[in-house]
């Protein structure tokens, strides 16, 4: 069964770019309510899953259900609006628009979606929420590294997500930095939001995550509890470079 219990499926999912199989057959599912750990060696088709369920890439093959409702090529904003919101490796915003400008844009969009986030239904709220009510009127700008990341995960908090797609939240981050945005992300998942997130640090893996499933060329490799998918020996193969 597709989805019993999983807020998320893929099922039998291919992802091509020209000859190259970025995501070859892969089938898994991500349970409502947990925090779900995708890892796998650099190149392992990660962020193509996260591009390719948020509606981003196009799908050579399989199917992708949200809900258990079919979402296989819908558009972005229809999926966001469906309830999955994402974050970005690499954050970008305009660095003129004020904190404020930035969640208010999403915020605006998934105007009827609100009720999904009650306690997170302003922009002041939400920037409060993830450590940036000091810097609401600031330009992004003139934001830390650190800042940058919380206003990622605060502008796909905006879109009222109840399943959130964290990839590589902590990149280039210190370790206490780290440790502060790993608090917001247990914050989310308090306010009943489900998470996946990508993530090469296995101490951010072994703490936050319930579960693992790994990606290797493109294919499951493994999935399950994070100690026995990290004990796997195909895994730590795969992460030797064998
Ligand atoms: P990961 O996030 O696990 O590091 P990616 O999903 O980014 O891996 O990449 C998976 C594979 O797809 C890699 O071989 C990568 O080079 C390739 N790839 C990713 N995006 C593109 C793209 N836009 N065009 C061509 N190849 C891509
Ligand atoms: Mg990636």
Redesign the pocket.
Known sequence: QPSGGAILAVEDLTVA?GG?K?LDGVSLSIAAGEITGLI?P????????VNTVSGQLPVRGGRIRLHGGDVTGRRPDRIVRAGMARTYQIPRVPPTLTVEEVLSVPLLYAGRDRHRLPGLGDAAAIAAFCGLGPLFRRHCGDLSVTDLRRLEIARALACAPDLLLLDEAMAGLSHEDSVEVMGLIRNVHEQGISIVI?EHLMRVITTLCHRVVV?NN?RLLAEGAPATVLADQAVREAYLGK
């Open positions: 770019f190259l970025a796998g650099n190149g392992s088709g990660k962020s193509t899953l990508i990606l493109g």
